[in-house]
């Protein structure tokens, strides 16, 4: 069975900062392109950041510069460090895994970035 789990979320002022870690089961980790994704109320889901198995990574204009992410593959287990964080980074954030046409989601965990 197919876990993903996310964990980090919370409330940060603005200009704070939250590491997001999301947790995999189940899946060969190492092969798969991992990314966050995040839905605000009333938006559609969009993409924060991918990383490929071999380390590639990609960002939205919107977090680049401030959001970083990175993978342990011995953990199997991805983490998105945000920095400089705003009002309009709150959203919940997903965790995906990618592997041909094999695609499996976390729950999600909510950042909600206010004073």
């Known amino acids: 069975q197919v876990q993903l789990v996310e964990s980090g979320g919370g409330l940060v002022q603005p200009g704070g900062s939250l590491r997001l870690s999301c947790a995999a089961s189940g899946i060969s980790f190492s092969i798969y392109t991992m990314g966050w994704y995040r839905q605000a109320p009333e938006k559609q889901r969009e993409l924060v950041s991918t990383i490929t198995s071999g380390g590639s990574t990609n960002y939205a204009d919107s977090v680049k510069g401030r959001f970083t992410i990175s993978r342990d593959n011995a953990k199997k287990t991805v983490y998105l460090q945000m920095n400089s964080l705003k009002p309009e980074d709150t959203a919940v954030y997903y965790c995906?895994?990618?592997?041909?046409?094999?695609?499996?989601w976390g729950e999600g965990t909510q950042v909600t970035v206010s004073s």
């Open positions: 995906g895994a990618v592997f041909g046409t094999k695609q499996y």
